[in-house]
């Protein structure tokens, strides 16, 4: 796939998308993830819940990417905007965050101004 650049009015009109897909998977994981807890089970019963909850964040992943974003933990995505990422994190209204392409999440800084650099 062709890297996408990502300007950050763009980003910002697609991330209620891309919380909804989050937030529905999340859920979904949450679910059978309290199953696994409370539950007894057969060896082979929570192996196949294991598998369910690894299918899940895979297809949550592959949903992602095939929108040009950047998946780089669990429920947490980058935007490419040719200078460094866009960062946004499940439970952040918006799109508040950005880092170099070396800085990681480590580096997150708060979006102070968006210029035409960037658009």
């Given at each position: 796939?062709e890297?996408?650049?990502?300007t950050?009015?763009?980003?910002?009109?697609?991330?209620?998308?891309?919380?909804?897909?989050t937030?529905?998977f999340?859920e979904?994981?949450g679910?059978v993830h309290?199953?696994l807890?409370?539950g007894?089970?057969q060896?082979?019963?929570?192996?196949?819940m294991?598998?369910?909850v690894?299918?899940?964040?895979?297809?949550?992943s592959?949903?992602?990417?095939?929108?040009?974003?950047?998946v780089?933990?669990?429920w947490?995505?980058?935007?490419?905007?040719?200078k460094g990422?866009y960062c946004w994190?499940?439970?952040?209204?918006?799109l508040?965050?950005e880092?170099g392409?070396?800085?990681?999440?480590?580096?997150r800084k708060p979006?102070q101004n968006i210029d035409?650099?960037?658009e």
């Amino acid at each position: 796939m062709e890297r996408k650049i990502w300007t950050y009015e763009d980003a910002r009109k697609i991330l209620p998308y891309v919380r909804s897909i989050t937030e529905e998977f999340y859920e979904t994981v949450g679910k059978v993830h309290q199953e696994l807890k409370t539950g007894l089970y057969q060896e082979n019963e929570q192996e196949a819940m294991e598998a369910k909850v690894e299918w899940l964040l895979t297809d949550w992943s592959s949903k992602i990417r095939e929108l040009g974003i950047e998946v780089k933990g669990l429920w947490l995505v980058d935007f490419d905007n040719g200078k460094g990422y866009y960062c946004w994190h499940l439970g952040e209204e918006d799109l508040l965050f950005e880092h170099g392409y070396d800085e990681g999440f480590a580096g997150r800084k708060p979006i102070q101004n968006i210029d035409e650099d960037y658009e």
